[in-house]
């Protein structure tokens, strides 16, 4: 009796099983076959009544049906669990070709840039690259170079005064005298940094912007070697042939001074708006170094003179790229930075 009911649900078990239709079908059947109240269970608790003579038997049979319903059940189990997992790769399927995005990287400021041609320019020329403090001693800024307190001079550049006699920077120009102190003659330098002015701000005018200040000592220094240099500089940075002019400029720190401006590379000399109709940009001051100066940094004008140039960077670079509005360089705007 027993025997041919195990046969009968190993039967009828195993076609429940096979047939599930989906998962949850297949845990209910499991549930009413194998569980702890399913109809094997049932089955085995009555085990207790076979005689002594078959429960060997029997017993046998049991538990070979009871493995194979599980095994029945297991290879079902499996098949959805496949089925499953195919259905998600596929659903979520991606690229494993596709180049990983990487860092982005970084890039150093225009100014940063320029500043750094320049210097590469220089030291190809035997020039040293100097560094001065960007707050400074009214006597390095102005009474050193010529400017005393009571000269003109010093109204034409709105300074930023602090305490005890200091200031910020007006121009890289104090440097000449310390590079002079440090150095002795013959000197040949170069000084990129930061300088200040107390200006209302507009498109071309910032409070803070860079300069890149040069200086020659030797002997027998002439305007036309302060031009060889200007001119070469000029096109290490334009990459191309430009015509240089000086026009008479004032400084008190040089004699004599000059105002060097580039036939305008827009229109070659015509007249476009970028050069104002006049056909030339002006770049730098410059001039021969005044004795006053050589004396205030130790030198002997009797023996030593040079040239010295002051060198807006903030300007040149933009006439190098076209930028209309100097607000562009601090801001931090990635928009910007990104171009260079
Ligand atoms: N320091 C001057 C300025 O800022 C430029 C300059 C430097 C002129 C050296 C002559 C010689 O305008």
Known sequence: MLESRLRELESRGLAQLENAADRESLEAARVEIL?????????????????????????????????????????????????????????????????????????????????????????????????????????????????????????????????????????????????MEKFGAPLRIIAPGRVFRNEAIDASHEHTFYQLEGMMIDRDVSVAHMVYFLKGLMQAIFRREVTVRLRPGFFPFVEPGFELDIQCLICAGKGCAVCKQSGWLEQCGCGLVHP?????????????????????????????????DIRWFASGDLRFLSQF
């Open 35 to 179: 569980g702890r109240k399913g109809s094997l269970q049932a089955l085995s608790r009555e085990m207790a009544i076979v005689p002594a003579d078959q429960k060997a038997l029997i017993g046998r049979l049991l538990n070979g049906v009871k493995a194979a319903l599980e095994q029945a059940y297991d290879r079902r189990k499996a098949a959805f669990d496949k089925a499953a997992l195919d259905a998600r790769l596929e659903g979520e399927w991606f690229d494993l070709t596709v180049p990983a995005p990487g860092v982005r990287p970084g890039k150093l400021h225009p100014l940063t840039q320029i500043q750094q041609e320049l210097e590469e320019y220089f030291t190809s020329l035997g020039f040293a690259v100097m560094d001065g403090p960007e707050v400074e001693t009214e006597w390095y800024n102005f009474d050193a170079l010529n400017i005393p307190a009571t000269h003109p001079a010093r109204d034409a550049q709105d300074t930023f005064w602090m305490e005890q006699g200091h200031v910020l920077r007006t121009h890289t120009s104090p440097v000449q005298v310390r590079a």
């Open 292 to 324: 006053n100066v050589l004396r205030n940094g130790g030198i002997d004008p009797g023996v030593w003179n040079g040239f010295a140039f002051g060198l807006g960077l903030t300007r040149l670079v933009m006439m190098r790229y076209g930028i209309d």
